[in-house]
Nanobody, 122 residues
């Protein structure tokens, strides 16, 4: 099993900044891709950004230029720096990690954090 612990959500005014963190832990697994998704009330969960162990990034167009995803592979931790926040960024943000077993057969699983609320007031 892999556990994901998120932190850093909160309430901020439009134009402000927040930084989310997500630490993955679990023995016997290698952490591969990590990322952030979000779900606003009444909407489907959507991709915010993902990052590979090599640093390749995929980002939603709506956050390009404002959000930055990064990771510390040694700590199995992914970060999301959110700048110039807008009211439409209000959502529950979920951390996601793909973890592969380190023994044969290699199987990759997808894990989710509990979610952290980000609220941006206008």
């Amino acid at each position: 099993q892999v556990q994901l612990v998120e932190s850093g959500g909160g309430l901020v005014q439009a134009g402000g900044s927040l930084r989310l963190s997500c630490a993955a832990s679990g023995s016997g697994f290698r952490i591969n891709n990590m990322g952030w998704y979000r779900q606003a009330p009444g909407k489907q969960r959507e991709l915010v950004a993902t990052i590979t162990t090599g640093g390749s990034i995929v980002q939603a167009d709506s956050v390009k230029g404002r959000f930055t995803i990064s990771r510390d592979n040694a700590k199995n931790t992914v970060y999301l720096q959110m700048n110039n926040l807008k009211p439409e960024d209000t959502a529950v943000y979920y951390c996601n990690a793909h973890a592969a077993t380190m023994t044969m057969p290699v199987v990759e699983y997808s894990y989710w954090g509990q979610g952290t609320q980000v609220t941006v007031s206008s």
